[in-house]
Each structure stands twice: as structure tokens, then as C-alpha cells.
């Protein structure tokens, strides 16, 4: 399985966490049960009123992102800031709170840093990293943790966005070289729990109804991605776990389609994805990449 194969099916894995959870965002795990069984098909609806394999802002701040990268040639901060205001000014489907706030700040001061606050501590920017994994694979870990921050930073000034966004970053990156899971739980997981207790989950009751804190993100994404052995049981486990399952989705699709590769996920949510939303994730995969290896070694 090659780099570029993993890396399309992180971003694949992404958008399609992001569709298959927005049915139920919001929604406890017995109402899931009550209205859909298992909840494992694409099939749009949820508070949203989405059409089937329409994504929300998971997947399209992550493409913003992307395209201020490729544009620039690196992770900047100034051009993140202007392609996600630019975003919210195209009026998208859904926006977190924290990030309109710090976006509107933005906008107002031109310092594309948000202040500091623990209260900032959401998944908004733990759930757009995929394309910075992307950008600075092969870079010193130095340069990498600084184009971390400098994306989360825009909306997202925490120690706990900081910490779950490069321990996310990290992952990915060692899942396209190869890593298997055991390697990444002990690598990664555990070392991020060990350093902040707060994303434990270990030795705690399974994560259900997981708010927007990002932490309880965390918690529920590695427990479905390290106890299910499969892309598509990795999916359903996460998301019928309710709360704020677009973004639970859309992390563990990342994960998982990188440790899994693209032959794993299934068909059929793949032809229900967006078409064009599927085409803009293949491309910037290849794109991103190309931006830092011969393209010989993808």
C-alpha cells in the first residue's frame, strides 16, 4: 500500500466520518437506536437537513485549509485565517461557536491568532489537521508541532486544542509510513493521556453522547479506532456513540482510512459521498503530498 494510497483514504475516511455521523449529531446513543437500529448508512437528514453524502463544516474548513496551503506552498498562518474567513463568508451549512467568535476577531484585528483561553479547548481545529499531516510529512517533529499551532491558532488558542491537534498529526503521519495500531496507541495515544489526563480513555466508561470538548472527542475517537478492527466498524462504533458525531466521524474516518487504506472502505459509502466533495479530497491528497515528496516515492 503506498503513501498516496493512505493519504487519499485518510481524506476519503474524513469526508465520509463527516456525512455518515451528521445524521445523528446532536442525537443520544438510544435515540440513534430508537430511530435507526445501527445507524451505518449515508443517508443525509440529522438537525441539518442534509442531502445524502453532504458534508458539513469538518470536511470543508479541512478543504479550505488545504487550498491556503497549496496556494502558499507551506502552512501559514495570515493565508489560514483569510481562506477560513473567506469560508464563513460563503455562508457554510454549519459553524462551531468558537470558531465564528475567533473568526469575527480576525476579521476585525487582522492578527490571525485568537488570545489564549482554556475555555477554547473545542474540536474546531483538532477536526481541519488532516491537511497539515499532509503538508509537513517528512518534516523535523519541531516544524510540524509549529504548523499545528499556527492553524489551530486561528480559532482554537489552547493547550488541549495544541496537544490533540499534534497528536493527531502525528498519527496520521506515522500511519502513511506504515505504523500498525498497537504502534500508535503506544506511540501516541497513551503518551497524550499520560501527559494530560484529561484524554484518558483507558480504564474509563465508554465515551457516549461526546460533547464538542475536545477531549471527550478524543476519548470517543480512540476508543472506537483501537477496539474495532476494521474502517468501516471503526465508523459505525464512533458514530452511534451520538453527540458530536460529525466530527467524532470525521476524525476516526481520518485515522482509520490511513491505517486502513482505501480498498477498506466500502463502496457504497463512497458512492454516496459527494461527488465533488470526493473529487476536491483525492485531489488535495495528491497535491499536498506532491508538495513535499518526489512524486516517484508516492
Given at each position: 500500500?503506498?503513501i498516496?494510497?493512505?493519504?487519499t483514504a485518510?481524506y476519503l475516511?474524513?469526508?465520509i ?8 449529531e446532536?442525537?443520544s446513543?438510544r435515540?440513534i ?6 445507524h451505518r ?8 437537513r442534509?442531502?445524502p453524502g ?6 470543508t474548513m479541512?478543504?479550505a485549509?488545504?487550498?491556503a496551503?497549496?496556494?502558499?506552498g ?7 485565517a ?9 455562508k457554510?451549512?454549519?459553524i462551531?461557536n468558537?470558531v465564528?467568535?475567533?473568526l469575527?476577531?480576525?476579521r476585525k ?15 474546531g481545529a483538532?477536526?481541519?489537521v ?9 518534516l ?5 508541532r509549529a504548523?499545528?499551532?499556527?492553524q489551530?491558532?486561528v ?11 499534534e497528536c493527531l498529526v502525528?498519527m496520521?503521519q506515522?500511519?502513511?509510513r ?7 496507541l ?7 493521556a499520560?501527559q494530560h489526563?484529561e484524554?484518558?480513555?483507558?480504564a474509563v466508561?465508554q465515551?457516549e453522547n ?9 476519548r470517543?475517537?480512540?476508543q ?5 478492527d476494521?474502517f468501516?466498524d471503526c465508523?459505525v462504533?464512533?458514530v452511534?456513540?451520538?453527540g ?9 474516518g ?8 482505501a480498498d477498506?472502505i466500502?463502496?457504497?459509502?463512497l ?5 465533488s466533495?470526493k ?5 488535495q491528497?495528491?497535491d499536498?503530498?506532491h508538495?513535499?515528496?518526489?512524486p516517484?516515492?508516492?
Amino acid at each position: 500500500m503506498t503513501i498516496l494510497d493512505r493519504a487519499t483514504a485518510a481524506y476519503l475516511g474524513l469526508a465520509i466520518g463527516d456525512a455518515l455521523g451528521a445524521t445523528v449529531e446532536f442525537m443520544s446513543p438510544r435515540e440513534i437506536r430508537e430511530h435507526y437500529g445501527v445507524h451505518r448508512k449515508i443517508c443525509g437528514g440529522g438537525w441539518l437537513r442534509l442531502k445524502p453524502g453532504q458534508v458539513t463544516d469538518d470536511t470543508t474548513m479541512s478543504l479550505a485549509l488545504g487550498g491556503a496551503i497549496l496556494a502558499q506552498g507551506k502552512v501559514d498562518a495570515q493565508a489560514a485565517a483569510q481562506a477560513f474567513d473567506a469560508w464563513m463568508r460563503a455562508k457554510p451549512v454549519d459553524i462551531g461557536n468558537t470558531v465564528r467568535r475567533n473568526l469575527l476577531y480576525f476579521r476585525k484585528t487582522g492578527n490571525p491568532e485568537a488570545p489564549y483561553s482554556d475555555h477554547d479547548a473545542g474540536n474546531g481545529a483538532a477536526m481541519r489537521v488532516l491537511p497539515v499531516a499532509l503538508a509537513t510529512f517528512g518534516l523535523p517533529d519541531e516544524a510540524v508541532r509549529a504548523a499545528c499551532r499556527a492553524q489551530a491558532h486561528v480559532t482554537h488558542n489552547s493547550r488541549l486544542s495544541d496537544a490533540a491537534c499534534e497528536c493527531l498529526v502525528f498519527m496520521v503521519q506515522d500511519a502513511l509510513r506504515g505504523a500498525s495500531k498497537n504502534e500508535l496507541l503506544h506511540k501516541h495515544a497513551h503518551p497524550l493521556a499520560a501527559q494530560h489526563s484529561e484524554f484518558r480513555f483507558r480504564a474509563v466508561r465508554q465515551c457516549e453522547n461526546p460533547s464538542g470538548f475536545v477531549a471527550d472527542t478524543l476519548r470517543a475517537v480512540f476508543q472506537g479506532f483501537f477496539d474495532t478492527d476494521s474502517f468501516e466498524d471503526c465508523l459505525v462504533d464512533v458514530v452511534n456513540r451520538g453527540g458530536d458525531a460529525d466530527t467524532t466521524g470525521a476524525i476516526a474516518g481520518m485515522l482509520a482510512g490511513a491505517l486502513y487504506g482505501a480498498d477498506a472502505i466500502p463502496e457504497a459509502w463512497l458512492n454516496t459521498l459527494d461527488v465533488s466533495t470526493k473529487s476536491s479530497c483525492e485531489e488535495q491528497a495528491k497535491d499536498l503530498l506532491h508538495q513535499c515528496i518526489r512524486p516517484a516515492a508516492l
